[in-house]
């Protein structure tokens, strides 16, 4: 098993957190697992990526040219990235601020509209949580409940009153996925 | 088993050195390797030790000249431009015989060049350390855990054969996190070596730590005793990891993250119906070139990859001495490979025969 | 950003503040409330009103104003950290009718290039340093700078400077003081407009000594970095005013424009 994401956003959507969430997580449940953090060398406003390589045994290259999987999570990032998305591969997009249409039909799509959901849920900075919900709703290595379990670890004690909205977050992404992903397959 | 955890390289390495007993820290910010100058500020003072920052690369080297000077376990770290700045201090180090560990997480370069990943720092770690026939024990580790394991080892090393030892890294291995397991923290040593100074207290024959040796026959006998120990080092440190197919059309050689870029690519490339194996280079100096010289005869070509323009490749050429074609897959300037593309590359080089 | 467009003469209004020439249209890369933006203005003021944007060569060194040779709408030489003023030697010995200055950090110059910048004041060098002091290491994430106060958390700082781990702050201007070669010597600042205005004249007044060949001239301006104060830009002024200002006053401490009206 060699499971390659690669995340998208501008700063401050919480792209990098998402993916050490999500490597903290594959780190608890046994696996191997590498995350790589990319940001723009502009202290603010910049770009960032990460990218999480999730393997049974050695990792190999943390560096990713055509990733199977990625979670996009504005239009910037679509028009930068989705190119490099593999054939038959998955993408998660945050319909919020990336739309609905893209070019490429030989790929799966899930379109999810994180901001939307993360202020119903009671807070917009949760944008991550939902779509990276709606991520491990489509995948295998790692579940919801190790999702939470690892956002228990990474996010520091005295933000835990935050806990329930991120939950709550992960859960709707999920649920926005699996209704997403029905009607076509 | 101890617990494993999810950090970055940079905090792998500060924390490696702390755990082996590192005590001092002299350092000089800069990209991409702040996060460990950060964590010896906040780490050190727990365990009793001392942080300076350094108002230069010049001054961090020689700070760590005078600490080493003492017997001290101390180190420093820094990235390309500030590594360029400790030759003279690495060189006088070498001279007077002196271990310390620094740790150079490679940028993209020359001159200012930018932050970005890049191996084009071979030559500086593994020929140079400033002017004279000296140089300094190098190793590139290729993992957190590694950065890790292998930062905490280099103290060890640095003090068996009297030399600094440098960690190559880049700037994807210090910014990446993976899990990582953590030992015990260790106390440092502390009894002084004999040769150390301090003062020269109960009657010990006074010690001088010197670099010059006016006398012609002198230094060059200096010179022939560190390279004794350099014979020694390449008979016990040589360090290498190989990967993939037994019985290998094409060699890879790449070391640190090159190497984990190869990783994935000899294995597809192996599915692909190119028997691939990768060599991968642990120490680079001592380089294990009998290992490479073996292979050599056994396989169709080599294949080096390296995030430079040719500069490790010198090192498997001399090990090859012709014996099969060698080949250069480089990117430079911050820029990496990605997997997909050794992949290719690989499976055009198998099937061109 | 765009350029401010000049009413044309048909227009009965005329223009009160376009852009410098001495700018370019690059959009600088700062955060919010810093005052490296000002800094640039006021420069690039300077040198339109003094007429030598064609003889003038800025030296970027390395700090957040590395891209100085991108705003700047001048020549330029980017240095390494710290070595900004043997740059700049090497062009005015070369070159002694440009205008060269040097636009250097605290760590830049107070850190890695103090040696640099005392030797070039020591040899009365007829060049101009803008010397920005915002009591950190910006570019490379909030480290301890020369200048950071006492009991000031930095990153490298973690339980705020202490004697022990950081010794006390390098105040700069009343060091080069003493040195007989410096023509112009004032630290200023940029938090109000009285403030902005005095800077001006200063920086006027140092590119003015340099072009009278007086020898060597600088401006300190006590500036802010919100980001690695982890400050909001009206409490980053405001913290400027109330604790820098103290450690660093400000004053005019060398002006020898003066003897030669
Ligand atoms: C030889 C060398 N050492 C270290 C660095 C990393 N570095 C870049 S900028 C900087 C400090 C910048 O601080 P300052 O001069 O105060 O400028 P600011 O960003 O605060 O405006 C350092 C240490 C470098 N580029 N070259
Ligand atoms: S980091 Fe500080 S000095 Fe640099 S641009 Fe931002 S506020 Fe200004
Ligand atoms: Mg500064």
Redesign the pocket.
């Known amino acids: 098993m060699r499971e390659e994401v690669y995340m998208a956003g501008m700063g401050g959507q919480g792209v990098l957190l998402a993916g050490q969430i999500l490597a903290q997580a594959a780190m608890m449940v046994g696996l191997e697992v590498s995350y790589f953090p990319l940001y723009s060398p502009e ?2 406003g910049g770009r960032a990526t990460c990218t999480v390589v999730i393997a049974n045994d050695q990792v190999g290259s943390p560096v990713v040219g055509h990733p199977a999987m990625m979670i996009l999570m504005d239009k910037i990032a679509v028009n930068n990235h989705l190119d490099r998305l593999r054939p038959d591969g998955l993408v998660v997009v945050n319909s919020s601020l990336a739309g609905e249409e893209f070019d490429r039909d030989d790929i799966t799509t899930i379109t999810i509209p994180a901001n939307d959901i993360a202020i119903d849920v009671g807070s917009e900075r949760a944008v991550n949580m939902v779509l990276l919900g709606g991520y491990v709703a489509m995948t295998e290595s790692v579940s919801l409940a190790d999702i939470e379990q690892a956002l228990r670890e990474v996010i520091p004690e005295r933000h835990h009153s935050f806990m329930p909205v991120n939950i709550a977050a992960l859960h709707r992404g999920a649920q926005a996925a699996m209704k997403a992903i029905s009607p076509t397959r | 088993m101890t617990k494993r955890k999810l950090i970055g390289g940079n905090e792998a390495t500060a924390e490696g050195a702390i755990a082996a007993g590192c005590r001092y820290f002299f350092g000089y910010p800069i990209t991409p390797q702040n996060k460990i100058p950060e964590y010896m500020s906040e780490h050190l003072p727990l365990v009793g030790g001392t942080y300076v920052q350094a108002e230069s690369e010049v001054a961090a080297i020689n700070m760590l000249y005078g600490a080493a000077a003492t017997g001290a376990w101390a180190m420093t770290s820094s990235s390309s431009p500030g590594i360029s700045l400790m030759q003279e201090g690495l060189s006088y180090m070498i001279g007077s015989e002196l271990p310390c560990v620094v740790v150079n997480m490679v940028r993209g370069g020359p001159g200012l060049g930018n932050i970005g990943p890049a191996q084009s720092d071979y030559w500086l770690a593994t020929r140079g350390a400033g002017h004279g026939d000296g140089r300094c024990l190098t190793f590139a580790p290729y993992s957190v855990q590694e950065l890790y394991d292998l930062t905490g080892e280099a103290f060890t090393i640095a003090q068996r054969y009297r030399n600094p030892v440098m960690i190559l890294a880049d700037a994807i291995l210090a910014n990446m996190k993976e899990p990582c397991r953590l030992h015990e923290r260790r106390d440092h040593p502390t009894q002084q070596p004999q040769w150390a100074v301090g003062g020269a207290r109960d009657g010990r024959p006074r010690n001088i730590i010197n670099s010059l040796y006016v006398d012609l026959p002198e230094e060059e006998q200096v010179n022939l005793r560190i390279a004794r120990r350099y014979a020694e080092a390449a008979q016990n440190e040589v360090r290498l990891a190989e990967y993939g197919a037994d019985k290998p059309q094409i060699l890879l050689c790449a070391y640190g993250i090159a190497a984990r870029i190869c990783q994935t690519a000899a294995q597809r490339a192996t599915q692909a119906g190119v028997p691939t194996r990768l060599l991968r280079p642990i120490s680079l100096f001592p380089f294990p070139a009998q290992t490479i010289r073996r292979w050599a005869d056994c396989v169709e070509k080599i294949l080096v990859v390296e995030l430079s323009l040719g500069q490790f490749i010198e090192d498997v050429r001399l090990a090859v001495e012709g014996r099969c074609p060698v080949e250069l897959m480089g990117r430079t300037g911050g820029m990496v490979m990605t997997p997909e593309e050794v992949t290719d590359r690989i499976v055009q080089m198998g099937q061109s025969d | 950003m765009s350029r401010a467009t000049v009413p044309d003469s048909t227009d009965d209004t005329t223009a009160v503040y376009t852009y410098p020439d001495s700018l370019t249209e690059v959009p600088m ?3 919010p ?4 933006g000002i800094a640039h203005r006021l420069v690039a003021e300077v040198i339109d009103e003094l007429g030598i944007q064609e003889r003038t060569v800025v030296i970027a060194t390395v ?2 104003s590395v891209y100085a040779y991108e705003y700047f709408n001048t020549d330029a030489v980017q240095a390494a950290h710290g070595r900004g003023p043997a740059v700049a030697t090497g062009i005015k010995r070369t070159q002694p009718d440009t205008l060269v200055f040097t636009y250097q ?1 605290d760590g830049d110059l107070a850190s890695i290039g103090l040696a640099e910048v005392m030797h070039a004041a020591a040899r009365a060098e007829n060049f101009t340093v803008i010397f ?1 002091n ?1 009591a ?1 290491f ?2 490379t994430q ?1 480290q301890m700078a020369p200048t950071t106060l006492m009991g000031q958390k930095t990153t490298t700082t973690p339980r705020g400077r202490t004697l022990q781990q950081g010794g006390h702050p390098l105040n700069i201007c009343e060091l080069l003081a003493t040195i007989p070669g410096v023509a112009y010597l004032a630290r200023e600042t940029m938090t109000a407009p009285k403030y902005v205005l005095r800077a001006k004249r200063s920086i006027k007044k140092a590119f003015q000594a340099q072009m009278d060949e007086l020898g060597f001239s600088l401006v300190e301006l006590v ?6 104060w982890r400050m909001k830009p009206l409490e980053a002024f405001k913290w400027l005013e109330d604790e820098m200002l103290s450690q660093y006053p400000l004053q005019v401490f060398v002006d020898k424009t003066e003897q030669n009206d």
Do not use: L, Q
């Open positions: 202290v603010r | 890369r700062y955060c409330g810093c005052t490296h700090g957040c950090g920005i915002n950190v910006g570019m909030g500036s802010t970095c919100p980001t690695w």
